[in-house]
């Protein structure tokens, strides 16, 4: 029988702290679904988290959990994941806590191809401490550290994912609770580096700031911005301008990094 999905959260520890109509409990929601859909014993699994609001979203599930420092949450997950292969290692962060801060990291853990499963509340802008611009933020759009727009181009977490190394890549939207579900459970099921990048809406910093301030409004435009993956690749270069591709973007097996790390173990014993 399946279970549900409160199963897999702290109930206690609600109601949440996010802002009425934040997006990150969207996503948190979808995680404890996905977990449910796949039957997992709680006792399997650890949330890692980075600081952000996103980053408290690791204290909510009913598993092992560490609310890590800022940026740090892939090196400590590399930790747990090697000394205890058995978990299921799935990391809940920011934008900023993934691509700014804890950019570097998350790159080699592509590049390592190690099995963690990383989901990215990408709300575009740095929610917990003001609204500052975040790498991901688009150009022109403003923060509070750019008043007069973005002059920066934003990294695109799937084209960096796919690049670094990653095996299985995916990006969705708050707007798409079953796809978010979908991806989060097969980049679970996933051997391997998992990225699930989920675009979502921080109404209070980047809506009041974008003119956006209705968050219904925010997630309708997600809706409006984004493509399935297969139609955007028909499209022509005019008809994708302003258009964000969604989808599963890459799925293969390669060579997982603590596998590979256990066999040399293993060699350098009988040599
Ligand atoms: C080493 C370090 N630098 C900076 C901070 C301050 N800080 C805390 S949260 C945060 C931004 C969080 O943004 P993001 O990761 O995108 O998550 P969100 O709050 O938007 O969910 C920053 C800069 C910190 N806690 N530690
Ligand atoms: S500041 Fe933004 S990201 Fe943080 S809880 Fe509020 S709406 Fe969500």
Redesign the pocket.
Known sequence: MAKDYRQYLRVAKLPHVWCPGCG?GIITHAIAGAMADLQLDPDELAVLG??????RASFLFETDAMHT???RAVAFATGLKLARPDLRVLLV??????L??GGNHFIHACRRNIDLTAVI?N?A?????GG?L?PTTPTEKRSTTSPYGNIEHPFDTVRLAVAAGATYVARTTSFDFPEIVRFVRRGIAHKGFSVIEVLTQ?PTYYGRLNDLRDPSQMLYEFKLQTIPLEEYNQMSPEERAGKIPIGEFLCEERTEFVESYYSLCQLSRSV
């Open positions: 990150h980075g600081i952000g609001c996103s980053g420092t800022h940026g962060m920011g934008d900023g806590d993934a700014g801060i509340y709300n802008i740095y929610g917990q401490t500052q975040a921080c």
